[in-house]
C-alpha cells in the first residue's frame, strides 16, 4: 500500500479496532508502512488474522487479535497478549462502529397514513436496535480506551484518534441512533483531550464523509451496480461530487498522529466529506 507521505513509527504499537474493515485495514496498513508493530482487533477473529497477515506478507510486523469493543473482559485478554506480544499500546485508533436495521426509519419524513401501513417509523424503532448502535459507537470508543489508554500514561508521544461522521455535525435522515452515537463520539474526543491534556496524551477524531464500505454499500448501490436514490442525494449534497477513496483518509490519520507535524493539535474533529458538512444546499 502506498501511504500519503512518510513518517517513522518504528518502535512505536499501534492498535486498530474495528481493523477487519475496509477503512479501518487501510490505515492499520498505513501505520505498519511507517513501522508501527500494529495490533488489528475485530469480532472476527479470522478477519483480523487475515488482515494482519496481508500486512506481515509485506515484511511488517502486525498480528491480529479477537476482541469485542463492547466486552471489557474480552478487550483485557486482547491487551494482556499484546503486551506479551507488541509490547504497551502507543497509538489507538478506535475503529469500531456502525448501523443497524433496528435503528432505522424506512422513510425519511412521517406522515400519517404511515401508521396504518407497513412502514417501520420513528415510533417502531428496537429499544435493543438503538442500543445496539448506540453502544457500538460510543462505547465500543469508551471501553478501548479504558484498557488501553493505561499504556500511555506518564510515557510521551502517545495519541489516540477516534472515529466520528459528519453526521455528528448534522443528522442524516433515517438513522437518528448512529447520528446520535456519533455526535457522542466527538463529545467526548473533546472531553479526552481536556482530561488527558496535562499527561501529554493527544486526542482527535476524524469525521469521514460518504466512503463505500461492506457496510453500505447496499444502500448506495443497487446489486446490478446502479446507484440507489440515496446515492443520488448523498452526490448532489457533496460539492465535490463524488465519494471518497479509502487512501484519502490516509493523509490524515498520519497527520494527527504526526508528533511533529501535529503536537499542539488535540480535541479536533476532522471532517473528509468533501464539503457535504459545509454545503447549506444552495
Known sequence: MRVPFQMDLSGKVAVVTGAGGILCSSMAHALAECG???ALLDLNRETAEEQAANIAAEGKQARGYQANALDK?????????????????DILINGAGGNHPLATTDKEYFAMQDLEEHVKTFFDLEQS???????????GTLLPTQIFSRDMVGREGCSILNISSMNAYT???????????????????????????????????????????????????????????????ILAATPMQRFGRTEELLG???????????????GVVLPIDGGFSAYSGV
Not at 73 to 89: F, T, V, Y
Not at 190 to 205: C, K, M, S, Y
Open 171 to 233: 443528522p442524516l435522515t433515517k438513522i437518528p441512533a448512529y447520528s446520535g452515537a456519533k455526535a457522542a463520539v466527538s463529545n467526548f474526543t473533546q472531553w479526552l483531550a481536556v482530561h488527558f491534556a496535562r499527561e501529554g496524551i493527544r486526542v482527535n477524531a476524524l469525521a469521514p464523509g460518504f466512503f463505500v464500505t461492506k457496510q453500505n454499500e447496499r444502500l448506495l448501490y443497487h446489486e446490478d451496480g446502479t446507484p440507489t436514490e440515496r446515492t443520488g442525494k
Open 129 to 139: 436496535g438503538v442500543e445496539f448502535v448506540f453502544n457500538l459507537n460510543f462505547i
Open 252 to 266: 490524515s490519520v498520519l497527520f494527527l498522529l504526526n508528533e511533529e507535524a501535529a503536537g499542539f493539535i488535540t
Open 36 to 38: 508501527a508493530s500494529v
Open 73 to 89: 473482559d474480552s478487550l483485557r485478554q486482547a491487551h494482556e497478549k499484546i503486551l506479551e506480544e507488541l509490547g504497551p499500546c
